[in-house]
């Protein structure tokens, strides 16, 4: 290992009037496959490759849902990731775990979630982080609270939250062009209150999958693009889970992966085909540590770049280790990352640059 200098030194996180935490500074590790640019500078991949920058903040790590301030970053191009570890001096301002995130331009937003505030509590808070400039801001409060894994997403530049509490079916909105703007109660609610649940867009729309209703865990795949009057049920999965983890190519299909089935994880990755509504299991992953009785696959952090799915495995032979699946031949293999913790409900989000 080795570290890189970023500029500043400054260990303190700075308030301003505005609401804006800033944190700068101090020496991070990388690995020895190295990018040479600094991750406040670099804006793109080794030979004009397309990246994106994977964030993951908070989770907890024990039975007492303690939340963490732990932030990584994993910068991904091709088929390879590149994690870096932000140190305890770069901690994010809160500890959250269970929050809905999602990108806009350079930004990543955190919608509700749990959050540590002296003693922990349900949150209707939603915080911006700026992935280059390494910068925190406030924005407005949503209207409700929704503690659990609300779906998030961005469609336009609107912000969108749904779900997330067992007791509200209403969903809201907040327009990211105008500084002004609050959040916004949509004409359009769910059918049923439902939390999480995983949700991703594609060609402008939205797809909320499973989740839990207070009841049962859920199979449905529900559908929503602004100005569509109401959520269209397509057709339901094979495994009905919750607190899953889903991912797309943005037109042709979409994948959910692990989850809780009945309150017992489930080792199935289901394909969805968007212009077929038809479900299928993937096959090929009977190799994976994860799928004996006794594992479970996580939930919370995978995601889909430049025609390879990636997602990270939970299990006692391969505890911290993203596996990448490559759509177009079904080629799998590794990735190591530093995040060892078996994290739960942590906060992710894939941010282009």
């Given at each position: 290992?080795?570290?890189?200098?970023?500029p500043?030194?400054?260990?303190?996180?700075?308030?301003?009037?505005?609401?804006?935490?800033?944190?700068?500074?101090?020496?991070?590790?990388?690995?020895?496959?190295?990018?040479?640019?600094?991750?406040?500078?670099?804006?793109?991949?080794?030979?004009?490759?397309?990246?994106?920058?994977?964030?993951?903040?908070?989770?907890?790590?024990?039975?007492?849902?303690?939340?963490?301030?732990?932030?990584?970053?994993?910068?991904?191009?091709?088929?390879?990731?590149?994690w870096?570890?932000?140190?305890?001096?770069?901690?994010?301002?809160?500890?959250?775990?269970?929050?809905?995130?999602?990108?806009?331009?350079?930004?990543?937003f955190?919608?509700?979630?749990?959050?540590?505030?002296?003693?922990?509590?349900?949150?209707?808070?939603?915080?911006?982080?700026?992935?280059?400039?390494?910068?925190?801001?406030?924005?407005?409060?949503?209207?409700?609270?929704?503690?659990h894994?609300?779906?998030?997403?961005?469609?336009?530049?609107?912000?969108?939250?749904?779900?997330?509490?067992?007791?509200?079916?209403?969903?809201?909105?907040?327009?990211?062009?105008?500084?002004?703007?609050?959040?916004?109660?949509?004409?359009?609610?769910?059918?049923?209150?439902?939390?999480?649940?995983?949700?991703?867009v594609?060609?402008?729309t939205?797809?909320?999958?499973?989740?839990?209703d207070?009841?049962?865990?859920?199979?449905?795949?529900?559908?929503?693009?602004?100005?569509?009057?109401?959520?269209?049920?397509?057709?339901?999965?094979?495994?009905?889970?919750?607190?899953?983890?889903?991912?797309?190519?943005?037109?042709?299909?979409?994948?959910?992966?692990?989850?809780?089935?009945?309150?017992?994880?489930?080792?199935?990755?289901?394909?969805?085909?968007?212009?077929?509504?038809?479900?299928?299991?993937?096959?090929?992953?009977?190799?994976?540590?994860?799928?004996?009785?006794?594992?479970?696959?996580?939930?919370?952090?995978?995601?889909?770049?430049?025609?390879?799915?990636?997602?990270?495995?939970?299990?006692?032979?391969?505890?911290?280790?993203?596996?990448?699946?490559?759509?177009?031949?079904?080629?799998?293999?590794?990735?190591?990352?530093?995040?060892?913790?078996?994290?739960?409900?942590?906060?992710?989000?894939?941010?282009?640059?």
């Open positions: 290992m080795k570290s890189i200098l970023l500043g030194n400054v260990t303190n996180r700075v308030v301003t009037e505005s609401g804006e935490i800033t944190v700068t500074g101090k020496a991070i590790t990388e690995s020895d496959e190295t990018f040479t640019q600094s991750l406040i500078t670099q804006t793109g991949g080794r030979n004009g490759e397309k990246m994106a920058r994977l964030i993951v903040i908070g989770g907890t790590i024990d039975s007492s849902n303690t939340p963490m301030k732990d932030i990584y970053r994993y910068n991904v191009t091709g088929e390879h990731i590149r870096f570890w932000l140190g305890p001096e770069r901690n994010a301002p809160f500890a959250w775990h269970s929050a809905g995130a999602a990108s806009y331009l350079d930004n990543m955190i919608v509700g979630g749990s959050r540590q505030e002296g003693t922990q509590v349900a949150s209707n808070r939603t915080t911006r982080y700026n992935v280059l400039k390494n910068t925190w801001t406030e924005l407005p409060s949503m209207n409700y609270d929704r503690p894994r609300p779906a998030v997403f961005v469609i336009g530049h609107k912000l969108y939250s749904a779900g997330g509490n067992a007791r509200i079916v209403q969903m809201e909105s907040l327009d990211l062009e105008n500084r002004n703007a609050l959040w916004e109660e949509e004409s359009v609610s769910l059918a049923t209150s439902v939390s999480h649940s995983a949700n991703v594609a060609m402008g939205v797809y909320m999958s499973g989740g839990f207070g009841v049962r865990n859920l199979s449905t795949l529900l559908a929503w693009k602004p100005g569509q009057n109401g959520w269209k049920l397509k057709r339901s999965m094979i495994v009905a889970r919750s607190d899953h983890c889903m991912v797309t190519d943005g037109h042709l299909f979409l994948w959910v992966i692990g989850g809780c089935q009945n309150c017992w994880p489930t080792k199935y990755i289901e394909q969805y085909s968007i212009s077929d509504n038809l479900w299928e299991i993937l096959g090929g992953f009977e190799s994976i540590a994860i799928y004996s009785e006794d594992s479970i696959m996580d939930a919370t952090i995978c995601f889909y770049h430049d025609g390879y799915m990636f997602f990270r495995a939970h299990g006692t032979a391969d505890d911290g280790e993203f596996y990448r699946y490559k759509v177009a031949t079904g080629i799998l293999g590794k990735e190591k990352t530093p995040v060892r913790q078996l994290l739960k409900n942590p906060i992710v989000a894939l941010v282009d640059v």
